[in-house]
């Protein structure tokens, strides 16, 4: 299989993913019994989207890991810290939902959550392969940023 096969399965894969968390985890907010926690992670995740959004225009990314061409690589914002702010948005997202979900569903969740943390791994994976060849200075960027957590992951 190709790179870019495999780049549009893990993006299907990943939406397969969060449909299925946010399925599981809705009962929860919509009813209002999602922990406090739950809610402050779900607006961490929107904030952190909207802000990588905000430095990284439309026409500069793509949903796939393939960069498109001329894109240039942004360092600004979150990504002075983070490579893939997006991801890691999704992450949030998804600890939101599992952090707030009944109790009976969180080990489904957490399944869940786990596969969509090795998806975007794999998925940031091959991206950064790319965006390495297109960008020469992208190695020294990954050596000052983290993929996914500030100064862990």
């Not at 600890?95 to 957490?110: E, F, H, S």
């Not at 969509?116 to 190695?139: C, I, N, T």
Request: charged share 15%; hydrophobic share 60%; no cysteine.
């Amino acid at each position: 299989m190709s790179n870019e096969a495999l780049g549009r399965r893990l993006v299907g894969l990943q939406f397969v993913l969060l449909a299925l968390i946010a399925l599981l985890a809705a009962p929860a907010f919509v009813r209002g019994t999602a922990a406090t926690a739950a809610w402050a992670l779900l607006a961490a995740a929107l904030l952190l989207a909207a802000w990588a959004l905000s430095v990284n225009r439309p026409g500069n990314f793509n949903i796939r890991p393939t960069p498109k061409p001329g894109a240039r690589l942004v360092r600004s914002g979150p990504y002075r810290w983070l490579r893939h702010p997006m991801y890691s948005s999704l992450l949030l997202a998804g600890m939101a939902a599992l952090v707030g979900a009944d109790l009976a569903l969180r080990p489904g969740l957490g399944a869940a959550w786990l596969a969509l943390l090795a998806v975007l791994w794999a998925k940031s994976g091959l991206e950064e392969r790319w965006l390495a060849a297109q960008h020469a200075d992208y190695a020294a960027y990954r050596r000052q940023t983290r993929r996914f957590l500030p100064w862990l992951l």
